[in-house]
């Protein structure tokens, strides 16, 4: 046990009564991440890290500065000023942006220590935490690396899951970090979008794509919001709204508190195990005082989904992405003429499943196909977004488990055309659909493996969603559990 | 046969604000190459684009000059395609929502006048400018994101003519709202054209062919003569006109093929998502419209009723806005406007004509301007004088009031003073009032002749004249 292992507020508290120092911290932060075994960095910012480390060490740690001198990682399609940025993709590699993504900017300035930048799945695009040009990231709680973590946020998920850092910055634009974190046991938070500048973060399909985060407990998640929803001028998306202080109005007091679970969604998973553990929390949140109804809705509108997520997030990456053209990015491999100097960059530089997607995004704008793929697919988008704001007009909260499983195995495949895997493994997207906040909290484990549970709210209402996930963590007791010390969890 | 021409035209405007359209970076793409340029230029990943308000007044300006609803309600989309000149790998453009709609500028065609209907104004960035080589291409990203408004005439044209005139007015309308120089030759202002033709009286449109490279207003007139002239000869010979990209050769003074029209680029349209829709307030449109510097016809109508100017005079000094500006400044320190106008018709302009100047180049104090024509019109100077006082103000920028006293120039017009000059005049020669009564006019100006002779000029002729009628009179 470290004072790594504990509450950003706790080790915020330790450093505070010199109990332990930053510089201590950080290079127990570093040895831990050069003994990652689960393949979740492109780089450790060992001498970075140790320089600021140094710096900040014999400073006066400024009381109610949370962050100040914590270690953490975050995704790398986070521009990093001088750092190498590849977003996971060998037509990145070698690319040193020339500025700080904001949330990064506001972390170092209120003096976080970046220790490393972690793999994800080419461009943010994959749930699998397998595609980015660094192969396979395991999950730490499989050390015989056949289960998956899960993407694309699959390196920062495995490094805090691993007990390297407390927290780490993801990206989020389908359930890239709520579906990791059900894997991996940890609180995954993507706020209401808008509600963090994503200026800096490497664009995927920028109507659905939220900077996210992982922590291993809901109070940590609310500090960090606290510090990351400062308002952004760069983001021209960015909400003009006044913030709530997240962390001081936590509490778990959830009397009252009316909560949907989706009968469809509920019914397309039928581990019964999970099922079981979901329906004790329940009964738990009902013994809180909390309203529990079951809420039935369109299951066409929840089948679609996942394509009308495919559609809408493979054209805009098309668009996003035509910037990396081996004219600015990318390395120039020659050509005679300037659409050859292009095709040969990335038929080099991108992998085959996002050139798929590729194709698939620029097929469904097309002219021809854009009233019936793309516009169709908005349509429906509005159409879900209706249906669960009609929820959200009656309920705090919508309230179900995240996945249809533990994280399954690399060589696993999944019949693409049943309801577990249309509605149960994909369903996390109507949280971009709808820029909910949307939070996955660890729930319980099965054959040594996490699984976790989704807490969504209407725009701008992360209060309830910390609300009723700092109520769940009495009856799961897994806050701040990592894989350094989930076995005593478990036993409690 | 006889046909008429339909055509249609596209115009960029680069607006003249401070920065670019979706970045900080400064707005002078003149200055040296990939100097003035931002991340986003660059399209650095994870940059994002910010509105530049001011280009969105200079739009709203431009739509209600030409007559336009205004929509209230500003969108952007991506206008998708790879380029080597495009930074992103798409244009943020306005497709679906122009921010101007159904509008419509007057030109005056064999002195009547004629509506040409507008389609639609939209704003959207410039690309980088491209210097091919034989072996490579240069490219400079000053002016990647300059903002531009491209404005579409419906196929209301029908001559080389109209284009002409058409151009013409809206190169004074975005002159004179100050919201961009409108220089053809540099490429602040550009035109594509489009035309086809049809017998006189038929509906259907013809094939249509779009001629490029236009570097001046006259270009776009001599080449869709040129075109006209062309695609009659095709059709009367029997030939049917190919639908292709024409560019207009200066020195050849006529269009040559650039490529043929196959299928048109699919530009994968869709809403730009990093832009949310902006919601303008009546009082940002009221604003915009309300600070817009005072348009062509308006200048007109006043500089004639306020000024009084004569029409011909106005036009002349409005044929260049800075020019009138500089007349209004001139105006506030007199009352003499039309000698004012005159002044700097045959004055001033003559200097900076003679020294192929603008009056951009021009630094004298508009206050000296109008102390000299005041001196002028008052009589306190003579013409000649005036000239003389003009070159030292033109040289110097100092008052003329300044020069008037150095040069001792100043009219003689005390009575006594000319009054004795004449006595002495007349006691030499006896016999002139009575040749004068007796209808001989000429006394009268031999008078005046020795005085002026005697002062070297200095008598102010209008006081002498009274007084010498007076006293050869008596």
Redesign the interface.
């Known amino acids: 046990m470290s004072y790594l292992d504990l509450s950003i507020r706790e080790i915020h508290e330790a450093l505070l009564n010199k109990k332990v120092s930053i510089l201590d911290l950080t290079k127990e932060a570093i040895s831990r991440a050069k003994k990652d075994t689960n393949n979740a960095f492109e780089c450790i910012l060992e001498k970075e890290a140790l320089e600021k480390a140094t710096k900040l060490n014999d400073t006066i740690i400024p009381k109610d500065n949370y962050f100040y001198g914590i270690p953490y990682v975050a995704k790398d399609n986070f521009s990093t000023k001088d750092i190498e940025t590849t977003g996971g993709s060998n037509i990145l590699v070698g690319y040193m942006p020339l500025f700080d993504a904001t949330v990064i900017k506001y972390l170092n300035e209120a003096g976080a220590i970046l220790i490393g930048k972690t793999t994800l799945d080419e461009l943010a695009m994959g749930g699998t935490g397998t595609s980015g040009h660094k192969g396979k990231t395991f999950n730490p709680y499989d050390p015989s690396h056949t289960h998956m973590i899960g993407g694309s946020s699959c390196g920062s998920a495995a490094a805090v899951a691993d007990g390297i850092v407390p927290f780490a910055l993801g990206s989020d634009t389908g359930d890239s970090v709520r579906k990791p974190a059900s894997n991996s046991a940890l609180v995954g938070m993507k706020p209401t979008w808008g509600l963090i500048s994503r200026y800096g973060l490497f664009p995927f399909a920028p109507s659905l794509d939220h900077v996210a985060y992982f922590t291993r407990n809901v109070e940590d998640s609310a500090l960090l919001l606290n510090l990351l929803s400062k308002h952004d001028d760069n983001d021209e998306t960015n909400s003009f709204k006044t913030r709530d202080d997240y962390f001081k109005e936590l509490n778990s007091n959830v009397k009252g508190k009316k909560i949907a679970v989706i009968k469809e969604i509920r019914e397309s998973i039928t581990d019964k195990e999970m099922n079981k553990k979901f329906n004790e929390s329940l009964e738990f949140l009902k013994n809180e005082g909390a309203i529990v109804e079951e809420v039935s809705m369109n299951k066409d509108l929840l089948t679609s989904i996942f394509p009308t997520y495919f559609v809408i997030s493979c054209a805009e990456a098309t668009s996003n992405n035509a910037n990396l053209d081996g004219i600015k990015f990318g390395p120039n491999y020659g050509g005679k003429t300037y659409q050859e100097v292009m095709y040969n960059v990335r038929t080099k530089g991108f992998s085959g499943l996002i050139k798929r997607r590729f194709v698939i995004g620029s097929y469904s704008l097309m002219s021809e196909n854009q009233h019936d793929l793309f516009l169709r697919a908005q349509k429906a988008r509005h159409l879900i977004v209706d249906a669960f704001n009609e929820v959200f007009k009656k309920y705090d909260c919508i309230y179900l488990l995240a996945a249809p499983n533990v994280a399954p195995k690399f060589d696993e495949a999944s019949d693409r055309l049943n309801n577990e895997y249309l509605i149960a493994d994909n369903y996390l997207a109507f949280g971009n659909f709808g820029g909910y906040p949307s939070m996955t909290i660890p729930l319980g484990f099965k054959n040594g493996l996490p699984y976790g549970a989704n807490i969504t709210s209407k725009p701008y209402d992360e209060k309830s969603v910390f609300n009723l996930a700092l109520n769940l963590e009495k009856f799961t007791h897994l806050a701040d559990v990592s894989f350094l010390n989930y076995k005593d969890k478990e036993e409690k | 046969m006889n046909f008429e021409a339909v055509i249609g035209l596209e115009t960029h405007i680069e607006t003249n604000t401070k920065s670019k359209m979706f970045s900080t970076a400064p707005n002078t793409a003149e200055l040296e190459p990939n100097t003035q340029v931002q991340?986003l230029d660059?399209?650095?990943?994870?940059?994002?684009?910010?509105?530049n308000k001011e280009a969105v007044r200079k739009a709203i300006r431009i739509a209600n000059a030409l007559h336009m609803t205004i929509d209230s309600t500003i969108y952007f989309d991506?206008k998708?395609y790879?380029?080597?000149d495009l930074?992103?790998?798409?244009q943020i453009t306005q497709q679906a929502r122009p921010i101007g709609r159904e509008g419509y500028v007057e030109i005056e065609v064999d002195g009547k006048k004629k509506r040409i209907g507008i389609e639609r104004i939209h704003m959207e960035e410039d690309t980088c400018k491209q210097l091919h080589f034989s072996s490579y291409?240069l490219?400079d990203y000053n002016r990647a994101g300059v903002p531009l408004i491209e404005i579409v005439t419906k196929p209301e044209l029908r001559s080389g003519e109209e284009a002409r005139k058409y151009v013409e007015k809206l190169r004074e309308i975005v002159t004179f709202a100050d919201v961009s120089d409108g220089k053809m030759e540099n490429g602040s202002m550009r035109c594509d054209t489009n035309i086809s033709i049809r017998p006189y009286g038929t509906e259907k449109f013809g094939t249509k062919v779009e001629v490029k490279n236009l570097n001046s207003i006259a270009d776009i007139e001599k080449a869709l003569d040129y075109e006209v002239k062309r695609q009659s000869e095709l059709l009367l010979s029997g030939q049917p006109v190919i639908q292709e990209t024409r560019r207009f050769d200066e020195t050849k003074k006529e269009t040559i093929s650039m490529r043929v029209k196959t299928d048109a680029v699919?530009y994968?349209?869709?809403t730009e998502?990093?832009?949310?829709p902006i919601q303008l307030s009546d009082e940002f449109i009221i604003d915009a419209i309300k600070t817009c510097p005072e348009l062509y016809d308006a200048k007109l109508a006043r500089f004639t009723s306020s000024y009084a100017l004569n029409d011909v005079d106005a036009k002349i000094i409005l044929s260049d806005r800075a020019l009138a500006d500089y007349y209004d400044e001139c105006a506030k320190f007199t009352k003499a406007y039309q000698p004012l106008g005159n002044f700097i018709i045959s004055n001033v302009l003559s200097i900076l004509n003679r020294e192929n100047k603008t009056i951009i180049d021009f630094k004298v104090e508009p206050k000296y301007i109008s102390e000299l024509v005041d001196l002028l019109d008052s009589k306190q100077i003579n013409s000649n004088q005036g000239k003389q006082i003009f070159d030292k103000v033109v040289k110097e920028n100092k008052s003329p009031l300044i020069f008037k006293k150095e040069l001792g120039a100043t009219l003689i017009n005390d009575e006594k003073l000319i009054l004795s000059m004449i006595d002495e005049v007349l006691k030499a020669n006896p016999s002139l009032p009575a040749d004068f009564k007796a209808g001989k006019t000429r006394a009268q100006g031999f008078v005046m002749g020795q005085i002026m002779k005697k002062t070297q000029g200095k008598v102010d002729p209008q006081v002498a004249n009274k007084l010498i009628v007076e006293e050869l009179n008596k």
Do not use: C, E
């Open positions: 991340l660059m399209a650095y990943p994870g940059t994002m684009p910010r509105v991506r998708n790879f380029y080597s930074p992103k790998g798409y291409t490219l699919d994968k349209y869709f998502p990093n832009i949310p």
